[in-house]
């Protein structure tokens, strides 16, 4: 441990998994460092429910990249073995078509040459070539943008050039990026739905998310056994080991300022925490907003940072079990162009929308009742809009929608097994995390909009306050949100050094 900034105070506002990471990576090089959070666990949206005898992970359910999180455990001499248990899940997921066609994805490049063969003779040739184009989309992302922390179109030039930036894939969407190599529709529909990790269109989105399935197939799909929440609970034994102090129930209500810098975090009640440097977990437009007061202007200048998608969360638990399920599945939309439109361009609940479907019981039955079973539903809807607000009875009726839907497609007679249920909206997501207008997965990776760059890490303003999360770069989900901690702990590091910013 490096005890040279031990004098530092840091205040990391927000205990997400970007928090967390934020913490014990700073915790990690001496920092004295205070974790807040306004609800009563931490996770952020990492969260847990359990009820009725079923335990619901409310948040993410997917574990990628576990070697991000091993990296905040291996630099403080630990092994993350010891804290949390973590096992592959294969097939990685399930794809069901309204034509009643079956596709899994799978980690065997055996079996999936014989799911690509039920698409035809070119499928699995096809998607090889893809997977050679993913992987080169990877590769120099790894090399570059996630090494180094790249904020800005300039710091990519900066590091790659101007002709090794070309091999992003720049003048194309990542749907044109799909289809350079792959003829089958059905195919092309599962390569495009790789944008769920990031809450995107791959209409709209750069071809550099193409990198996605090779990140997949490279490092493994996972659980974390007995639940997703466990990797949080790991993260916070790991950062109270530090002398990371944790409050719980505990909202920030300001940042206190001075010119240009942060001298202190105000929490509602009271108390003040004296810093030498804040971390932001919380969304960076909605930070700006509540806890530093931004202008008008300030926030107009960050519109192009425009937030994800939302979802309709329904968290089932039913009586009976679906033989026919994987893991993780996907049912998808008779018409995604439609789907991805209505949710991105029109803001309007998709009458046809891709459903993703979490069946956490296929690998861990410990999760519900003997002869019971999870089924967690998420289609992808648009984030709040103050224009075209929805009703609670337009977010009822897509949950209608949802159910008839997935019965069509096998899960038969699947609202008469409903035994217990928990329900999320665009605005139960905003109420609980403060995510901007609802969002999941932070800021909408868009070519147009900001070339798929999310938000700078570094405060343009005040130049001790710092940002994590899916809402800055590298972006959204899980093993983002980690780096993202890390990657603001090697800026703070080049800050103090007095090195030019």
Avoid at 40 to 55: C, E, I, P
Avoid at 178 to 203: A, E, H, M, Q
Avoid at 239 to 244: D, F, R
Avoid at 271 to 289: G, Q, R, W, Y
Wanted: proline share 5%; aromatic share 10%.
């Amino acid at each position: 441990m490096n005890q040279q900034h031990n004098t530092a105070k840091v205040v990391v506002i927000g205990a997400g998994l970007g928090g967390l990471s934020a913490a014990i990576s700073l915790a990690s090089e001496g920092f004295k460092v205070e974790l807040v959070e306004k609800n009563d666990k931490v996770g952020g949206k990492l969260n847990v429910l359990t009820q009725d005898g079923f335990t619901f992970d409310l948040g993410p359910s997917i574990l990628t990249m576990p070697q991000i999180f091993e990296a905040l455990f291996r630099r403080v001499g630990k092994h993350m073995a010891d804290y949390v248990s973590i096992e592959k899940v294969d097939p990685h997921w399930r794809n069901f078509f309204e034509d009643g066609s079956v596709i899994d994805l799978c980690a065997d490049p055996a079996r999936q040459r014989r799911e690509l063969d039920q698409l035809g003779p070119k499928a699995y040739d096809e998607f090889s070539r893809f997977m050679a184009y993913s992987k080169r989309l990877g590769e120099e992302t790894e090399a570059g943008y996630f090494a180094h922390g790249l904020d800005s179109l300039w710091d990519l030039l900066k590091f790659y050039g101007p002709l090794r930036s070309l091999k992003f894939d720049v003048f194309r969407t990542m749907d044109q990026g799909v289809r350079r190599f792959i003829s089958d529709p059905k195919l092309v529909d599962i390569l495009n739905y790789f944008i769920k990790y990031v809450g995107s269109s791959p209409y709209d989105a750069p071809a550099l998310m193409n990198l996605m399935p090779y990140i997949q197939y490279q490092y493994g799909l996972w659980y974390v056994q007995g639940g997703m929440y466990g990797l949080a609970q790991a993260l916070e034994k790991l950062a109270l080991e530090l002398g990371v102090r944790i409050h719980l129930n505990s909202e920030v209500e300001t940042i206190v300022t001075d010119d240009d810098r942060a001298s202190a975090v105000r929490i509602k009640g009271g108390e003040t925490l004296v810093a030498d440097i804040v971390v932001s977990n919380m969304e960076v437009i909605p930070a700006m907003k509540t806890l530093l007061k931004a202008s008008y202007d300030e926030i107009e200048s960050m519109k192009r940072f425009e937030p994800s998608c939302s979802g309709l969360v329904l968290h089932l638990g039913v009586d009976r079990l679906y033989p026919q399920l994987a893991h993780h599945n996907f049912f998808y939309s008779s018409q995604p162009r439609q789907h991805f439109d209505a949710v991105f361009k029109h803001h309007t609940l998709s009458d046809d929308p891709t459903l993703y479907l979490v069946a956490p019981c296929k690998t861990d039955p410990s999760q519900a009742p003997a002869g019971c079973e999870i089924i967690k539903v998420l289609p992808h809807i648009p984030h709040i809009d103050p224009d075209q607000p929805h009703s609670d009875a337009d977010y009822r009726a897509l949950r209608e929608r949802v159910l008839v839907k997935l019965e069509r497609m096998g899960l038969t007679d699947l609202r008469q097994h409903i035994v217990t249920e928990d329900y999320w909206t665009p605005r139960d997501i905003e109420a609980r995390y403060y995510a901007n207008q609802g969002s999941i997965y932070g800021v909408v990776a868009d070519r147009n909009k900001n070339l798929g760059f999310k938000a700078p890490q570094r405060s343009s303003r005040f130049s001790n306050v710092y940002f994590v999360g899916g809402s800055v770069n590298p972006g959204g989900g899980m093993p983002m949100v980690v780096l993202s901690g890390q990657l603001v702990r090697d800026k703070i590091l080049v800050d103090l050094a007095g090195w030019p910013r």
